[in-house]
């Protein structure tokens, strides 16, 4: 069964047969397990067989649902990047609303991509092995796990944007630079980041230190200065 189906909608179990909601009930199972293990150690560190003894089947019934272990990680970590970019686009456009904004005010702005990179990078932090692993995934060619990766990568840019694009038709930010072209430069930091902290002997902890101070050196010169 592709990820696509395992991490599918749960539906209206009433209209499934049984062994429908039999299949159903296992793949549930099956996330759960990934979930916890992949929450404790790296994906190099678990086993199949014990994915499978957590969910309560056997090895041979987890390959009916994966094609492999790696799919696990692609499905759990998946999930919960869209739940996390779903909250970002939620907090932020709450933020966008209020009345507490000033809209001519620039670095307010920026504060909101700050919050963008903030939380992928906590993210990160949770399980470093895990979550570098899953955004290497998006740069194989052909990989039908990774367009998920791209996917989320290509909302956290757009969203990015038009930050940046909403600060420049307020006259907070110099208009006369790409809005998405300083997207791309963000998330590439990002990536970056994450990329070279291994590489580098950086400590995951301290990923967001050195994404923000990066960000800054893009963002900060786009704010107008009042007066």
């Known amino acids: 069964m592709s990820q696509e189906r395992l991490g599918a909608a749960n539906g209206n179990k009433q209209q499934l047969s ?8 296992k793949a549930e199972r099956i996330r759960a397990a990934a979930e916890q293990l992949l929450s404790q ?3 190099d560190q678990i086993t199949t067989r014990e994915v499978a003894e957590l969910a309560g089947i056997g090895e041979a019934t987890l390959f009916r649902y994966i094609g492999s272990k790696r799919e696990l990680l692609m499905m759990v970590y998946g999930d919960q990047m869209d739940d996390i970019l779903t909250n ?14 000033r809209r001519d005010d620039g670095q307010a702005y920026c504060d909101r991509i700050y919050s963008v990179y903030r939380a992928r990078c906590e993210f990160y932090r949770r399980n ?26 290509d909302r956290s840019i ?13 006259g907070a930010l110099i208009a006369t ?20 902290t291994p590489v580098r002997g950086f400590t995951p902890e301290t990923i967001w230190d050195r994404t923000s101070a990066r960000l800054s050196v893009q963002l900060s010169p786009l ?5």
Do not use: W
Request: overall charge negative; proline content about 2%.
């Open 158 to 170: 757009r969203m990015v944007g038009a930050i940046l694009a909403e600060g420049q038709s307020h």
């Open 41 to 43: 150690r790296s994906i």
């Open 18 to 25: 049984l062994r429908e909601r039999s299949k159903l009930g």
């Open 128 to 153: 470093p092995d895990n979550a570098a692993l899953y955004m290497r995934e998006g740069f194989q060619v052909g990989s039908a796990t990774g367009a998920r990766n791209i996917a989320q990568g």
């Open 177 to 196: 630079v790409d809005p998405y072209l300083v997207a791309q430069n963000c998330h590439g930091i990002f990536i970056h980041e994450v990329d070279r």
């Open 223 to 227: 704010v107008i200065t009042a007066g």
């Open 88 to 101: 970002i686009e939620r907090e932020d456009a709450v933020l966008a609303s209020s009345g507490s904004m």
